[in-house]
């Protein structure tokens, strides 16, 4: 596995050395449990947490006591929705998603509609993946309680206005919850001036481990969210279970690293447009779905092989080349692109479409010998250019 070439950062990130360096010491000295509020271990553990709660409040321009942890971004954003739509009685009744939101934001709006008696209401995108501000006015009235639309696609890479998205919410009283999970690679985040009243993010996204997320909640919101886990009361009682000390410490590491990456995005980006340059001159036709390479995030690019299946070239790349179908998947099982479908393709668009995403760690030697692969693996596949 170490000679495979990872282009599938968009799906996880390795842990950074850096941020493993500083867990490690939490699996084994200081491991004590941060609730244990009368022995010195338990001290040092809950500093450790306070510490990496201040960390991540900083990445957003959050307070650290608005922060609370999870084991990811998907427990973040049924908690969002989920906890909200339990505690909001039947004055507000609707729900308002983007057509391209994760899975674990559309499962959780529909087991609200399920459970809840909820109204959700889909808001077009354009063909990038831009959320269509008209409609979303459109779909505004004093019925609406949430509104969640993620800040960067996971599929495309589409990059959202979310000042706009939150001053829209704010003016008609609606809440405003932002998925966040791709963002910290992608732009910078400011929960304050962007009018967002919850976000979530997840720590393997952007060189943390993974099992350990966060949602940020605006502490004049706390009380109106009803809890999804129950049991000690930790975090305010609003998400019970005792805190993974060095999975928070290591999510607190990653965005302290971010914070201080200087010029990393525009490195990346500078990547991913060298790796689409290379592709088409390799001569197959290709196109790009989702915006243009500056508007989007900057080491996402999802390119369609017309005359192919995305699954059969990507089994040609194996073990070599690590990849992605536009399909999103559930359970690990592809299947149609929901993202791909909303922004206009059609199935057989979807079908013929690959995700590939670079990072941190990815070199140009990689990139060309990726280039190299891929043109050897539509060869074998037995079409001409």
């Not at 360096?21 to 450790?48: I, R, T």
């Not at 989920?82 to 391209?100: E, F, Q």
């Not at 704010?170 to 998925?179: P, S, T, W």
Request: aromatic share 8%.
């Amino acid at each position: 596995m170490r000679s495979t070439i990872y282009f599938d950062y968009n799906a996880t990130t390795p842990v950074d050395p850096r941020v493993f360096d500083v867990m490690k010491h939490y699996f084994c000295q200081e491991f004590g449990n941060p609730h244990s509020s009368e022995h010195y271990l338990g001290w040092q553990a809950d500093k450790a947490v306070q510490m990496s709660r201040d960390k991540i409040a900083k990445l957003i321009g959050a307070d650290p006591d608005e922060i609370f942890f999870t084991s990811g971004a998907t427990e973040a954003n049924n908690l969002a929705l989920l906890g909200s739509g339990r505690r909001a009685g039947r004055v507000k009744t609707r729900i308002l998603i983007s057509s391209i939101e994760h899975k674990c934001v559309i499962e959780s709006a529909v087991a609200l509609k399920k459970t809840n008696n909820f109204e959700v209401n889909h808001v077009f995108v354009d063909q990038n993946g831009k959320v269509n501000l008209d409609h979303l006015l459109s779909l505004v009235n004093d019925d609406v309680l949430l509104i969640s639309i993620m800040a960067v696609n996971n599929e495309i890479g589409t990059l959202q206005d979310l000042e706009k998205i939150g001053q829209i919410a704010r003016e008609h009283g609606i809440i405003y919850h932002c998925d966040a999970a791709q963002a910290p690679c992608a732009l910078n985040i400011d929960v304050f001036k962007q009018n967002i009243d919850m976000l979530s993010l997840s720590s393997h996204k952007f060189y943390g481990p993974k099992g350990i997320g966060a949602l940020y909640i605006r502490r004049e919101l706390q009380d109106k969210i009803e809890p999804i886990i129950y049991g000690g009361g930790q975090q305010g009682g609003l998400r019970s279970g005792t805190i993974p000390v060095p999975l928070c410490v290591g999510m607190g590491a990653a965005a302290e690293l971010i914070l201080s990456s200087g010029g990393e995005r525009n490195e990346l980006r500078q990547k991913t447009a060298y790796f689409w340059s290379k592709l088409q001159q390799a001569n197959w036709q290709i196109h790009l779905n989702g915006p243009e390479l500056n508007e989007r995030h900057p080491g996402n690019l999802n390119v369609r092989f017309p005359g192919f299946f995305a699954q059969d070239i990507l089994a040609s790349l194996q073990p070599q080349l690590a990849a992605a179908s536009g399909a999103a998947c559930t359970s690990g099982v592809p299947g149609q692109s929901h993202v791909l479908r909303a922004i206009g393709l059609s199935e057989e668009e979807s079908s013929n479409s690959i995700r590939f995403s670079l990072g941190r760690f990815t070199s140009f030697e990689e990139i060309d010998e990726a280039v190299v692969l891929i043109d050897k693996g539509l060869q074998s596949l037995g079409l001409s250019r």
